[in-house]
């Protein structure tokens, strides 16, 4: 599987979430300090930079044109259409043989294309704790962003961008594993 479609398929569990919200924008996520809407918001937000950024427009160019409350009076509708433009951004020909100007350095396309994927997939788990979802994620995505994210936890550990591993039950599955290294307690 290559990583549009890791992006795609990771993309769809974060939606299928969004869809079963029900009114519940502010009940309580996993992330302290969150509630559902600002989970979603936080998503919308990097949906909406894909394009500028895998089109090869910098944090520079692009500014602050993104700041502020993008769900607005619809949030659900307002992630439906960021998320198929990010998605189209991905699966561009070309996309992920770009380089991506990113606030941290510049990367090719693919691997911002996995960093995009695992922020969605481990944030549809997030929703699903919050609103009471099915928390099972596909399970070949989960396992193409576990191999992927081995090398990549202690970077983005010292970023400063996932919280302390936990600890995990003797036999853990993959979903678990990889639930473990960016924070979260599936238990």
Known sequence: MDEREIYRRASEEFTTRVHQIDGRWD????????????????LVNEEVWTPPLFAGSSMDDVGDRFDGDLLGADPVGSHVAAAAAALAAVVAPGALDR??????????????????????????????????????LDAEVVAAIAGWFVPMEPVYRDMGVIGPRVPMPAGAGTQTTLLAAFGRSAA
């Open 99 to 136: 380089t991506v100007h990113l606030s941290f350095g510049d990367h090719p396309g693919r691997e911002y294309a996995m960093q995009l994927a695992a922020d969605h997939l481990v944030h549809a788990w997030d929703l699903a704790r919050a609103i009471g979802a099915d928390e099972m």
């Open 27 to 42: 009940a309580p996520t996993p992330l302290p300090g969150w509630d559902v809407r600002e989970l979603v918001g936080h």
